[in-house]
């Protein structure tokens, strides 16, 4: 059974800290929440928005927050995977909406808001998701309108949504939460306007988080390394090259693996819960497994200790 420190941060519009503590009544999926019979919303639970849902991160994160009795709102363009990718807590549960936007664009982000405010009824945490990225562009060779693709969806949607969440956020103490990325930090040639856009999506963390400090808000970003997921492959690596880039690149993470989406999905629920990550704000957090200690020593700093 869950424990009341549920339902009493419920009642404070708060997050949900015991699940955090790797409670097995929350691992099983069982919240106070949760209404399998009843087809209409309940309203009841905190409630969450995560875009960019249909695949890799964002699906483990709302499983994960769908575990731990939130009720749900997924956002990405394609409905049918969000269908098929959520076939089991669809039939489960109707804590669950998946909402097809397009949010590269201002009418896909503003009907996000509202529609997924009707669903959920009030707004706890926004998990700013949905990104993409094209290999291969360059100073060079990047187009206006190749530009323009990466800032929409990377950039733009999150000052879009984050700027009409912002009064459902207050009346719950609520919180933001980006997925930039370590290419946020650290320039990696030919991706440029990814590189630039994610930057900006850790600018803007730190500029709402201080603009919105007042209201109760907090707002974090995390800044993930590689990441297994179809990021890859749909930014131009295909599929087999993608299955080769996650091997060889475990060695460029010290701890000596690429990420999981459950690695990212387990800080988005540490951030999310007030108890445990309440005075955090304004933050990038990286989560690289070592990835951004390392820089070329040079051979004889490297064998020195052989
Ligand atoms: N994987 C990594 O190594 C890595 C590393 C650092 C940061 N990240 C960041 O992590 C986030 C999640 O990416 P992922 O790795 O999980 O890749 P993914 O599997 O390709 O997921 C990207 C998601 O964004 C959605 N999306 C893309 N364009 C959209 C649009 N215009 N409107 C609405 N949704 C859109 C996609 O859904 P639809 O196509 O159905 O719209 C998909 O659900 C991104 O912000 C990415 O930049 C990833």
Known sequence: MLDKAHNRLFVLGRHLPTSLHGSKTAAAGVGPFRNATNSKPSHEGPGVIITGASSGIGVTVAKEFLKRGY??????????KMKQAYATELAGSNNLLTLPKDLATGKGCSECISEALDFLGRLDVLVNNAGAGKLGSSIENTSSEDWDWHIDINLKSVFLLTQASVPHLAA??????????????????NLLPYCVSKAAVDQLTRCCALELASKGIRVNAINPATVVTEFHEKAGM??????????????????????????IANMC?????????????????????????????GKALSQAAN
């Open 71 to 80: 009720r749900v709102c997924v956002v990405a363009r394609d409905e049918a």
């Open 172 to 189: 719950t103490k609520g919180c933001v939460i980006n997925v930039s990325s370590i290419a946020a930090q650290r320039p990696f040639p």
């Open 238 to 263: 295909g599929k087999e090259a993608a299955a080769e880039f996650y091997q060889e690149s475990a060695s460029a993470h010290p701890i000596g693996r690429v990420g999981t989406p459950l690695d």
């Open 269 to 297: 629920l540490f951030l999310a819960s007030t108890d445990n990550a309440g005075w955090i704000t304004g933050q990038t957090w990286l989560m690289d497994g070592g990835r951004l200690l390392t820089c070329q020593a």
